[in-house]
Every structure is written in C-alpha cells, then in structure tokens.
C-alpha cells in the first residue's frame, strides 16, 4: 500500500509539470495581444523584404497573409506557445511558406519585441531545415479589413 501511495504521488507530480509546460506563459499571451496588427517583413538593413509575405493578426487568433505576386489574401488560424508563433493556413498558399511537407503552417520563433512593440525579431524555419532571420514592422493596413 506505501508503494502504490508513492506511485501515485509521483504520477501527479509528473502529470502537473506536464500540463504545466503544455500551456501558454504570460509573455505569449501579452505578445499575442501586441501582435494584433498589420506586418510588413524587413531585412536587417530595414528594407522591405519582397520573397516574404506580409502578414495581419486579428481577434480570436484569426489572420491572413498577402504576398506581393498574388491578388487574393490567404487566410489562417494562429496562436504564440512557449515563445513560437504558429500559423496554420486554411488552404496552403502557392508560394513556399511552410516548415512541413503540406505547405500549409508556418512556424516562428520570436526572439524579441523591440520596446513599443512595432518591430518583432524573427526566426523562420523551414522543412528543408533552413531558417532565416527576419524583423516584421507594424504598419497601417492600406485597404479596407476583410474579416477572416
């Protein structure tokens, strides 16, 4: 009976500091709420990137990203966990976005926001392996908002 006792102790130990690691940290929860806006990706010289889309996080974790060669925006769901955004397209984009092999998520690791929170320091990662280093600067939306 003592050893079970122990078991079980040590089995809700483990489950509690798994669900603790599993969930959002309160930097990904403020950082969600300041990346509610219209993007524009720039290089390290800060100079528009055109390979790149540009990206609009809205409410409810919704989005869409428009790309400079394509006419239609292309919708996606989003979240920040444990310091990496997330992007999970609708339907995959023409253009490479993705580190899996469908082409229909994008994923990040957000190294910083810079003090008023209009430029983000960026990693990407592709499913090649490659990755590469980016800021995204909030910008106005020129056009009118659609609702994704």
Do not use: H
Request: proline content about 3%; glycine content about 6%.
């Amino acid at each position: 009976m003592k050893e079970s006792g122990v078991k079980i102790i040590a089995l809700i130990v483990i489950l509690s500091q798994v669900l603790v690691f599993c969930g959002k940290t309160e930097t990904d929860i403020q950082w969600e709420e300041d990346l509610q806006a219209f993007w524009v990706p720039v290089g390290s010289d800060y100079t528009i990137m055109t390979d790149m889309p540009s990206y609009e996080f809205l409410d409810g974790n919704r989005g869409a990203s428009y790309y400079t060669s394509f006419e239609q925006p292309d919708s996606f769901s989003w979240e920040i966990k444990r310091g990496q955004l997330k992007i999970y397209y609708d339907k995959a984009p023409a253009y490479y976005i993705g580190y899996d092999k469908y082409n229909s998520r994008s994923l990040f690791r957000i190294e910083s926001f810079n003090d008023n929170d209009t430029i983000v320091d960026l990693i990407q990662f592709f499913s090649s392996g490659y990755q590469t280093d980016f800021y995204l600067v909030k910008s106005d939306l020129l056009y009118e908002q659609d609702d994704f």
